[in-house]
C-alpha cells in the first residue's frame, strides 16, 4: 500500500503557482520523497525528490517538513501543459519498486 | 539523451493469444522495471532486473507472464494466453545503479485484448 496521502484533485490558474501537498506520517529515516507526475497517455515523469532538505530544479521545488512527515511540491508558475496526475512517492531507494497511490489531479486553466 | 523507449505503442490482440511487448533501458542503466496500469487505476509493479543478479518477480500476476532481459539490456515482457483483465498500459522504467536510483519511464504499450 502507498505511504503517502494526497488530496484527488486541485485547481491552479495558469502563471500561479501551484501546491501540491503530501502527508507521510510513517516515512522512515532512509526513505526519499519522489514526486512524478503522469500526464494523459504518457509514462510517469520524474520531477524531484528529497530526503531532508528543500530541493529546486528546473522543473519544482520540493519543501520537506522539518519532522518529514509531510512535504509540498511547488510550481513556480504553472502552465496549462502542468495538467497532469502528480504522484507523491515514498521510497527507500536502491532497486526498489515503486509504489504509486492514486496521487493529485491538478487541472491548470487559464 | 535516448530515453526508455517501448515497443509496440498500441497492441491489440485476441483473447489466448501470446504477446511480446519491448523495453530499451536507457544506455548504461543497470536496473529495469515493469509495471502495468490498468484503466483508471494506479501502476502496478510486476518484475525488476538488476546487473546478472536473480530477477524480483513478486509483482507477476500469474504464470502467464514473464520477462527476460537479454545482455543486460533489452527487455522482452511476454503474456501468454492473453486474457481480457489482460488489458493495460504496460510501462517499463529503468535507474542507473543502487546510489543512482531515480527510475526514469518509457513511455509504455497499450495493450487492448479483444
Known amino acids: 500500500d502507498a505511504k503517502t496521502t494526497q488530496p484527488t484533485s486541485m485547481d491552479c490558474a495558469e502563471g500561479r503557482a501551484a501546491n501540491l501537498p503530501c502527508n507521510h506520517s510513517t516515512i522512515s529515516g532512509n526513505e526519499y520523497v519522489y514526486w512524478y507526475r503522469q500526464i494523459h497517455s504518457q509514462g510517469p515523469q520524474y520531477i524531484i525528490h528529497g530526503l531532508k532538505n528543500n530541493e529546486t530544479n528546473e522543473m519544482a521545488s520540493l519543501i520537506i517538513t522539518e519532522d518529514r512527515k509531510s512535504s509540498t511540491l511547488i510550481l513556480p508558475h504553472a502552465t496549462l501543459r502542468d495538467t497532469a496526475v502528480y504522484y507523491c512517492?515514498?521510497?527507500?531507494?536502491?532497486?526498489?519498486?515503486?509504489?504509486f497511490g492514486a496521487g493529485t489531479r491538478l487541472a491548470v486553466h487559464p | 539523451g535516448a530515453g526508455v523507449s517501448q515497443s509496440p505503442s498500441n497492441k491489440v490482440t485476441e483473447k489466448g493469444k501470446d504477446v511480446e511487448l519491448r523495453c530499451d533501458p536507457i544506455?548504461?542503466?543497470?536496473?529495469l522495471y515493469w509495471y502495468r496500469q490498468s484503466l483508471g487505476q494506479g501502476l502496478e509493479f510486476l518484475i525488476y532486473?538488476?546487473?546478472?543478479?536473480?530477477?524480483?518477480k513478486s509483482g507477476l500476476p500469474s504464470d502467464r507472464f514473464s520477462a527476460e532481459r537479454t545482455g543486460g539490456s533489452v527487455s522482452t515482457l511476454t503474456i501468454q494466453r492473453t486474457q481480457q483483465e489482460d488489458s493495460a498500459v504496460y510501462l517499463c522504467?529503468?535507474?542507473?545503479?543502487?546510489?543512482?536510483?531515480?527510475?526514469?519511464f518509457g513511455p509504455g504499450t497499450r495493450l487492448l485484448v479483444l
Open positions: 522504467a529503468s535507474s542507473r545503479n543502487r546510489d543512482q536510483e531515480t527510475q526514469y
Open positions: 532486473f538488476q546487473g546478472n543478479s536473480a530477477p524480483d
Open positions: 512517492i515514498v521510497f527507500s531507494g536502491g532497486y526498489n519498486k515503486l509504489i
Open positions: 544506455s548504461g542503466h543497470t536496473a
